[in-house]
């Protein structure tokens, strides 16, 4: 099976922000369709457990798939906290911009489910290697120091422990989830019935990757 490093997916367009849109397939008020995988993805979330966040909103969704065959490997939708007071975002300002914004400033969720059955150690692989090239990246930018980097191998090494060595079937979603960033603390990377990992760094990096250069990330929405 082809692990999922190997994928790439569309650039993300946000919902009401000024942002150019692409067409969508309504199910019903609530639920919109990934149009390339027939997935449906509800258009707000609530995150239970211990986080007290309001209900996140549907921005975009969208297809990932293998670079040189064209095969759809899975669905990912993003939802943010739209409503947070910490959003300052214009119009002046780019997609790029809004997006990076938006994850650094509020709580945000990635949604993904995948469109045949394959396996937790593949997205694992994937997750691992995001973040990797994002410390590279970063490292090259100057925006990451050799102590920043050393300091969060350790997180690193956490996330490869909390996945499974077990299958990743089929329409079954694992959602991705960062709360907004608290002054002092270390902004938690939650793998819904995995673990958490405390680092504000991996958490922010892996949903970033998601939206970087030519890769990664969720269709646009229109808005109703």
Known sequence: MTSLFLIRSRRLALTGLGIALLPRIHLDADTVVDADTGIAFPR??????????PPLELVGLGVRTVSFLGIKVYSIAFYADLTSPAL??????SADDKLEHI???TACLLRIVPTRNTSYTHLRDAF??????RLVEGQKR???????????????????TLFPNTSFAKHTPLDVYVPAPVPGQARPLVFRD???????????????????????????LETA
């Open 44 to 53: 707000t979330v609530r995150v239970p457990g211990q986080f007290k966040t």
């Open 88 to 93: 300052k975002l214009t119009r002046d300002m």
């Open 103 to 105: 994850v650094r400033n």
């Open 128 to 133: 691992l290697r995001a973040l990797q090239g």
């Open 142 to 160: 100057g925006t990451l120091s050799a102590d920043d980097a050393q300091a969060v191998a350790a997180p690193m090494r956490a996330v490869k």
């Open 194 to 220: 995995m673990g958490t990992v405390q680092n504000s760094w991996v958490a922010t990096e892996l949903v970033l990757y998601y939206f970087a250069g030519n890769g990664a990330s969720p269709a646009p």
